[in-house]
């Protein structure tokens, strides 16, 4: 069966410049991932430009991209460095030229040293410190950009990072992640009017991760519903001014009253026979259920501004692009406004906490030489993103 998809619709792919480019002064410098390698050197993608720009724009019109923060602005409130700003002017103008269109993210995990040691997000004070760079950001490159994201995944941020304890700053305390989350709420709606007011045409939104939590047993009930309330429903409250409603999508987790997931419970997700990735259970008709949840909640145009699955085994990517377009495909007959598709990953990055072993793109990137590969999970996408159509 061939899918066809609408002339407007957005495919693209994405990456972080966290995970990309060598780790300069921020906070996930010298962390060592589960794989044993250090958050240093990630893709040397700041030395290989070029080649990457042509990876990109051959894969799909569209891409999702960051910048640096703490490589671009190296003290609180100083002006744009200026050796950065040049380079960053090279790949943003190198892609323009290849007639990508950009989605620029603004925050995608990684603070500045001086921003983590002055408290980062749990300091409500430190607010202007990130819009003052924003500003900066905006006024220097905002002419590259078609539409923007505030944050990436705050809501898995804050979580991760100041309740679960398993991102930097590494806290492990419920009222500092809910001021976070509050803190990057107010953040968003400044800079969402600072957008507005300089590209009034051009449309803001955040990347909500999204997930489906489920109950494997009586035992995971509370549990469940407790991951979904706080995940899914309170998070996203903070970030409602948008002109659409970016999520990304990876698993369904289930409870026992324990999360479930080929990481850290392999044995249990084998003894059910779930099917998996590298890290979680493999349910892509999730996408369809949290595409129809938030479009119901807040009927905003969705984009899906990541998706993708962690394998060393390509042939599971290419089922799993298959799988997915089925659901993004359905959710559009069915009148829901989806506008657009970024798979993660343009290439094998630095996958935060868990390393470069843990590989999620459509082109190989090896963690010693740095050689890009393509891999047939790259030919399939670049035709579906190009011709907006797919066989399955």
Same mark, same amino acid.
């Given at each position: ?52 720009? =042509? ?13 640096? +923060? ?36 603004? /925050? ?5 040293? +001086? ?55 590494? *806290? ?5 992640? *809910? ?8 953040? /968003? ?37 407790? =991951? ?25 987790? =289930? ?73 993004? /495909? ?12 970024? /798979? ?49």
């Amino acid at each position: 069966m061939k899918l066809k998809f609408p002339e407007t619709f957005q495919f693209g792919t994405s990456t972080s410049a966290y995970q990309i480019e060598t780790a300069f002064q921020h906070d996930w410098s010298g962390v060592k991932a589960r794989d044993g390698f250090i958050f240093n050197r990630t893709t040397d993608h700041e030395k290989r430009i070029g080649e990457d720009i =042509a990876i990109i724009a051959s894969l799909a019109p569209h891409y999702r991209m960051g910048l640096m +923060w703490s490589k671009l602005q190296r003290e609180p409130s100083g002006k744009l460095d200026p050796e950065t700003t040049t380079k960053y002017h090279d790949l943003l103008s190198g892609l323009k030229n290849r007639n990508v269109a950009i989605m620029m993210v603004i /925050h995608h995990f990684g603070n500045p040293l +001086w921003f983590a040691k002055a408290g980062g997000w749990a300091v409500q004070k430190n607010i202007q410190l990130w819009c003052d760079y924003a500003r900066k950001l905006v006024d220097e490159f905002g002419a590259y950009v078609s539409s923007w994201n505030t944050f990436n995944e705050p809501n898995l941020y804050a979580t991760l990072g100041y309740l679960l304890g398993e991102f930097p700053p590494f *806290r492990k305390n419920m009222y500092t992640a *809910r001021k976070v989350i509050e803190n990057m709420g107010k953040a /968003h709606d400044i800079v969402y009017d600072l957008l507005k007011s300089t590209y009034p045409d051009k449309p803001v939104g955040i990347s909500h991760n999204s997930a489906v939590f489920a109950a494997e047993n009586i035992l995971g009930e509370m549990a469940a519903s407790f =991951a979904d309330m706080w995940y899914m429903d309170f998070m996203p409250k903070h970030f409602l001014r948008s002109d659409f409603f970016g999520l990304s999508y990876y698993a369904r987790v =289930a409870f026992d009253p324990l999360p479930i997931t080929n990481l850290y419970s392999p044995e249990k997700i084998a003894k059910l026979k779930k099917p998996h990735d590298d890290i979680w259970e493999y349910y892509p008709q999730g996408l369809y259920e949290v595409i129809e949840r938030y479009w119901t909640k807040f009927g905003k145009p969705v984009i899906i501004t990541e998706n993708g699955i962690c394998t060393n085994d390509d042939s599971q990517r290419v089922k799993a692009i298959q799988d997915y377009m089925v659901e993004v /495909h359905r959710a559009i007959n069915n009148k829901i406004d989806v506008r657009g598709y970024y /798979h993660w990953s343009t290439w094998d990055n630095f996958e935060w906490t868990l390393g470069p072993t843990y590989k999620f793109g459509l082109y190989g990137c090896d963690p010693m030489s740095m050689e890009r590969t393509k891999k047939p999970s790259a030919d399939l996408y670049t035709r579906l993103a190009h011709d907006r159509e797919i066989e399955v």
